[in-house]
């Protein structure tokens, strides 16, 4: 059970990661409309995979990128980094501080130094997979890219459709929601803490 301090405290990330996560598939519902416009529209349909020298390896750039995508998270915040920092407390001010200023919001840092060691951690935790979120929902984006770059040097509509998918289908097992993140790292907590220290 969280209190109300940290559900105020991760309310705003979690509205963020929602407005970042439809932005990216705004984004790839555009490359498909945009290719829809200027190839699609009034001309016969196209193959899908067409018989140009780069689909083969846009093609295989796109698998890549998957693989990459799904292994973004556990690359930049490895299990082993993320039980090292819900094992220790971390600097309240630090949390508190603005990224694009540098100042300490004050009402930010009076919330902060208001919750439990445990939230304070799991807070800390939290801000630290927001940077692999953003990296795998980009990853995703560009394998839709790779497609709209085809349709262009094709000059038509279909190729973007199956790689747009895959960014789809890619986005839609990332969540936005911050709980699966937090009953991860509630469970680290628990395995990191030593006995008596919660």
Aim: aromatic share 8%; with cysteine.
């Amino acid at each position: 059970m969280q209190s109300p301090a940290f559900s105020a405290l991760a309310a705003p990330m979690e509205k963020v990661r929602r407005v970042i996560w439809l932005a990216f598939n705004a984004a790839t519902l555009l490359y498909v409309a945009m290719a829809w416009a200027m190839f699609g529209a009034g001309r016969p349909i196209g193959a899908i995979v067409p018989d140009h020298p780069l689909a083969v390896p846009l093609i295989v750039l796109a698998l890549l990128t998957t693989l990459f995508a799904r292994r973004i998270g556990a690359l930049a915040m490895p299990e082993r980094r993320l039980r090292e920092i819900v094992a220790r407390d971390p600097d309240p001010q630090a949390l508190a501080r603005n990224p694009q200023t540098h100042q300490i919001d004050q009402v930010r840092l009076q919330k902060i130094v208001s919750l439990a060691p445990h939230e304070q951690r799991l807070l800390a935790a939290v801000s630290a997979l927001f940077v692999p979120f953003i990296v795998q929902m980009a990853c995703n984006e560009s394998i839709a890219l790779y497609g709209l770059v085809l349709s262009f040097v094709t000059r038509s509509f279909p190729p973007v459709l199956p790689f747009a998918a895959l960014a789809l289908a890619l986005n839609l097992n990332v969540s936005p929601k911050l709980e699966p993140s937090l009953e991860r790292l509630r469970n680290l907590t628990f395995q990191s803490a030593p006995a008596g220290r919660v």
